[in-house]
């Protein structure tokens, strides 16, 4: 059974940082993707950021481009979201995902691309 545990969430105001991490279990982090989707409240769930287990590619929603930077490690079977200069629109739970299909990462944005899902975590950016 596959399981993604995201921790890392919290409050903090307009300007900080925040370091979200995710961990696999019973999945090999070897093809396919993992990555990030945030939902604020009333709002569509939202890709934020993906990176690709082979070649390490990334990609991101324009929003936070320049601000957030994504990383994995198929060793260790992690993802970790650094989020700098958080604004209050940051506000949101993150989930982190997964997909064992390499196509299915193409079309990123997509919500039903992804088999896998973390309970996720809550960001709160005051401003």
């Known amino acids: 059974e596959v399981q993604l545990v995201e921790s890392g969430g919290g409050s903090v105001q307009a300007g900080g940082s925040l370091k979200l991490s995710c961990a696999a279990s019973?999945?090999?982090?070897?093809?396919?993707?993992m990555g990030w989707f945030r939902q604020a409240p009333g709002n569509k769930r939202e890709g934020v950021a993906l990176v690709s287990a082979e070649g390490g590619s990334t990609n991101y929603v324009d929003s936070v481009k320049g601000r957030f930077t994504i990383s994995g490690d198929s060793a260790k079977k992690t993802v970790t979201l650094v989020m700098n200069n958080l604004k209050p629109e940051d506000t949101a739970t993150y989930y982190c995902?997964?997909?064992?299909?390499?196509?299915?990462?193409?079309?990123?944005?997509?919500?039903?691309?992804?088999?896998?899902w973390g309970r996720g975590t809550q960001v709160t950016v005051s401003s």
């Open positions: 019973g999945y090999s982090f070897t093809t396919g993707c």
């Open positions: 995902v997964a997909s064992t299909i390499r196509w299915r990462c193409g079309a990123w944005r997509d919500v039903t691309n992804f088999s896998y």
